[in-house]
């Protein structure tokens, strides 16, 4: 089973520059987050998706960042303009909900995108 | 809200020795569960071992086991037998049952010594 895939692994910007970043979840997982792990700390949901409806995205800064999830599948994650503190590594999981009762609430990491806004 | 807290910034075994890492959190839900994730320098954020809060008995996979300590909201992560592969950060996390949303200490740096 192929796991959570993201991509670029790492990019380089300027301040004030836009970025995406992309997500592709384990085939099945209706459920898909966006983490910040900012060097040092442990990480922080941004947003979270069921399908293609946001869930909680109360901890993302609405006014530069941005995501989707189109077709309830892939997601993207925005930011516009960046900002020095946005450098951070940007984690997608997903993680799988099924019926009344079935949950592992396992939620299931990709290699996470290092950014470094300069 | 919940909150997790690791205290140990970093710890340092010998290879072979057993080692435990230390977290407490906060919650004022009856239902929630715990994990241990492990992080290694590729980034990557591996499930080493989960805690459901009505079970009584500590979880246990292969040489990592949890003293969970429900009346003090302590779960510590004991780690035997170390090996150089441990080495890697690790996080403590509370996730509120039906929230779905992962809470995570600042973690802990593991060092294996040979």
């Known amino acids: 089973e192929a796991g959570v895939a993201q991509s670029p692994r790492y990019k380089i910007i300027e301040k004030r520059q836009s970025v995406a970043f992309w997500c592709n979840p384990i085939?099945?997982?209706?459920?898909l987050y966006w983490y910040q792990q900012i060097l040092g700390q442990g990480p922080k949901l941004l947003i979270q998706?069921?399908?293609?409806?946001?869930?909680?995205d109360s901890q993302l800064p609405k006014d530069r960042f941005s995501a989707e999830r189109l077709k309830g599948v892939d997601s993207t994650l925005k930011i516009q303009p960046a900002k020095l503190e946005d450098s951070a590594v940007y984690l997608c999981?997903?993680?799988?909900?099924?019926?009344?009762?079935?949950?592992?609430?396992?939620?299931?990491f990709g290699p996470g995108t290092r950014l470094t806004v300069t | 809200a919940q909150t997790v807290t690791q205290s140990q910034p970093e710890m340092s075994v010998q290879e072979a020795e057993t080692v435990t890492l230390s977290c407490t959190y906060d919650?004022?839900?009856?239902?929630?569960?715990l994990f241990w994730y492990k992080q290694p320098p590729s980034r990557q954020m591996i499930l080493v071992i989960r805690q459901e809060a009505y079970k009584q008995q500590n979880a246990t996979e292969n040489r990592f086991s949890v003293n969970f300590q429900k009346a003090a909201k302590s779960f510590s992560l004991k780690i035997s037998d170390s090996q150089l592969g441990d080495a890697a950060m690790y996080f403590c996390?509370?996730?509120?049952?039906?929230?779905?949303?992962?809470?995570f200490g600042k973690g802990t740096k593991l060092t294996v010594n040979p």
């Open positions: 996390a509370s996730l509120q049952g039906g929230s779905e949303k992962l809470v």
């Open positions: 085939s099945g997982h209706a459920t």
């Open positions: 998706f069921q399908n293609n409806g946001v869930v909680d």
């Open positions: 919650t004022s839900e009856s239902d929630y569960y």
């Open positions: 999981a997903s993680s799988f909900r099924g019926g009344a009762g079935q949950s592992s609430y396992e939620q299931y």
